[in-house]
């Protein structure tokens, strides 16, 4: 990358997170159903085409999707003979585990959010559809077949069972581990 791709690519990255800062913040004073668009834009020092040109919605901004990079980096090395349902109960602590200090912290702040907000509660379902999906985009397989049923299930029983944990967490203001609200999660999957 030029020198000039490098500033631009560092300029968007601190606008994208100042914009993400200051709606975090907006959010926890006030309330994300209380909080408008142009609100954040103006805390951020941006224009509100400039929060769409970084984020779809407020939604997106808090509700944050992993990467298709990030999920099949979690599938990948993972024998392939093993279920959905195992590869998922390998995945998300992996996950969780890499995550450094700050970015748990910040987690944490979104699904307090989440969790104080139902909207949100009821949106995270269809964001735990959308990963599901792209946990079954991951798996190698035939290009262009459709996944197996069981894997359609195992994919939507284990995302939904994490967002289960997650709101927990949130609920108890981080008094329960995350970890351990995982496992009793996937556990009552009966895995």
């Known amino acids: 990358m030029t020198e000039t791709g490098d500033w631009r690519k560092a300029r968007w990255e601190?606008?994208?997170?100042?914009?993400?800062?200051c709606a975090l913040a907006l959010f926890q004073d006030f309330g994300f159903e209380q909080v408008s668009v142009g609100q954040i834009a103006?805390?951020?020092k941006v224009s509100v085409p400039t929060f769409y040109a970084?984020?779809?919605s407020k939604e997106h901004l808090i509700m944050a999707l992993p990467t298709?990079?990030?999920i099949s980096a979690l599938i990948a090395g993972q024998p392939a003979e093993l279920t959905m349902a195992e590869r998922l109960r390998r995945a998300v602590p992996r996950f969780i585990a890499a995550m450094?200090?700050?970015?748990?912290?910040?987690?944490?702040?979104?699904?307090?959010?989440?969790?104080?907000t139902p909207a949100l509660r009821i949106?995270?379902?269809e964001f735990e559809r959308t990963t599901a999906g792209m946990f079954l985009d991951s798996l190698p397989g035939v290009t262009g077949a459709a996944p197996a049923h069981a894997d359609v299930v195992q994919a939507g029983?284990?995302?939904?069972?994490?967002?289960?944990?997650?709101?927990?967490?949130a609920d108890s203001k981080g008094r329960r581990k995350l970890d351990e609200l995982i496992d009793e999660a996937f556990r009552a999957l009966g895995g």
């Open 100 to 116: 450094p200090p700050d970015e748990h912290e910040e987690m944490a702040a979104r699904w307090r959010i989440i969790a104080d």
């Open 42 to 44: 103006a805390r951020a």
């Open 68 to 70: 298709p990079e990030q």
């Open 123 to 125: 949106r995270a379902a």
């Open 157 to 169: 029983a284990y995302l939904a069972a994490y967002t289960a944990a997650l709101l927990t967490w």
């Open 14 to 21: 601190a606008t994208h997170r100042r914009i993400f800062t």
């Open 54 to 56: 970084h984020f779809p």
